[in-house]
């Protein structure tokens, strides 16, 4: 399909278009397709840049702003780029009171880095989320796909230096 590429994105390599360009011609004419089309070209590129959005939005025949809409109303879609590794910290009520604030506080200190942001080195992003359903684990943190129960904050950075 060679779709033509209005923006270049520098995040986006040739052989990347090459992948995107196959999800949009799989899902072109497949109504409802948008949010498939959406997760598999973030899971190439790691996030959907403006660009992107246009690209899909023209390989669809959408609107742009339909495929905005969706991308930048389900929080599974990431419109800025995120770290390799995303810490999610869990501020539900178990975890709050059993302290996991000072955690926070020692990320941001530690990696400038605040809620919803991601390290200048793309290292990690971090989340603030109501709960991770392990309160029995309070207070508790997830990096990538692993769970951290029962962190003290005096161990969170410990905890963070085994993700390089």
Same mark, same amino acid.
């Given at each position: 399909? %060679?779709?033509?590429? $209005?923006?270049?994105? *520098?995040? #986006?390599?040739? !052989? ?8 949009? +011609? ?16 973030? %899971?190439?590129?790691? $996030?959907?840049?403006? *660009?992107? #959005?246009?690209? !899909? ?8 702003? +339909? ?98």
């Amino acid at each position: 399909m %060679n779709l033509e590429r $209005y923006h270049c994105h *520098e995040d #986006i390599t040739e !052989i990347m278009w090459e992948k995107i360009d196959i999800i949009i +011609e799989t899902y072109k004419n497949t109504p409802g397709a948008v949010i498939t089309v959406l997760r598999e070209c973030q %899971n190439i590129v790691g $996030y959907l840049p403006c *660009e992107l #959005i246009d690209h !899909i939005a023209a390989g669809m025949n959408l609107p742009g702003s +339909e495929i905005f809409g969706v991308a930048s109303f389900y929080s599974l879609f990431s419109l800025t780029p995120k770290g390799r590794h995303t810490i999610k910290v869990c501020t539900g009520t178990a975890c709050y009171v059993k302290g996991i604030r000072e955690s926070v506080s020692r990320i941001e200190n530690e990696y400038n880095l605040k809620e919803g942001q991601t390290t200048d080195d793309q290292r990690f992003s971090l989340e603030c989320v109501r709960c991770l359903g392990a309160c029995g684990l309070a207070p508790v943190m997830v990096v990538g796909d692993d769970t951290h129960g029962d962190i003290a904050a005096e161990n969170v950075i410990k905890i963070l230096d085994d993700y390089k």
